[in-house]
């Protein structure tokens, strides 16, 4: 029998928008030291309809929505290329709480992708020249190779430059859902919803 922690769910005294309690969730499990606190899954779907799902990482959050990069010419960025709607899934096993967002995708800003790429590892930023991610290639010794000749290139050097097919997307939110897990299966399920004059529409749903 699952154990569920005391964590109750109140709509009534929940704020108008979703993100002040999505903060408080992320922030909760980043204090509690649980590994990969920002992991999310992220799931598109091509121009036909068929999904596909990976985990990424959530890199930025504010009212305009929640940030990640990656290849723009992995299987995600050619997706989201022709069809810009995604979920995101965060899932935190001690606290028994999940949230699903729903939205549409468009690409960051240059700026952004610029200022979070100069941020990683410089091994990181190498790498993102490196893998012609989502496509066949013939071993990993490919992949050490160019590796190799890319460290040797930028061995005197930090300023490795962004790759043009590199950078970030943000995932302006059409309803996000908390739930919060309870005794008996009877979870607490709070949905917002987006109205077209930009208020949120926040209901109960049933478990």
Not at 54 to 76: A, H, I, P, Q, W
Request: charge should be positive; include cysteine.
């Amino acid at each position: 029998m699952s154990t569920y922690p005391d964590l109750p769910l109140d709509d009534a005294v929940l704020e108008a928008t979703p993100y002040p309690l999505f903060r408080r969730w992320l922030n909760a499990a980043e204090a509690a030291n649980l590994p990969e606190f920002n992991a999310m899954a992220l799931a598109t779907a091509s121009i036909d309809g068929k999904p596909s799902c990976r985990m990424v990482l959530l890199r930025g959050n504010d009212d305009e929505g929640f940030l990640f990069f990656t290849n723009y010419l992995s299987r995600k960025g050619s997706e989201l290329a022709v069809n810009p709607f995604a979920s995101l899934l965060f899932f935190w096993a001690p606290f028994q709480r999940q949230i699903r967002i729903e939205g549409t995708v468009r690409l960051a800003t240059p700026a952004e992708s610029d200022a979070y790429f100069a941020s990683r590892p410089k091994g990181h930023r190498v790498g993102a020249h490196v893998s012609p991610q989502s496509q066949v290639i013939a071993n990993r010794e490919f992949l050490k190779q160019r590796m190799h000749e890319l460290e040797r290139q930028y061995q005197d050097t930090e300023n490795v430059p962004r790759p043009e097919h590199w950078g970030g997307y943000r995932l302006t939110p059409l309803a996000i859902e908390f739930w919060q897990g309870r005794e008996n299966r009877l979870h607490d399920r709070i949905r917002y919803a987006k109205l077209a004059d930009g208020r949120w529409l926040k209901q109960r749903l049933a478990p």
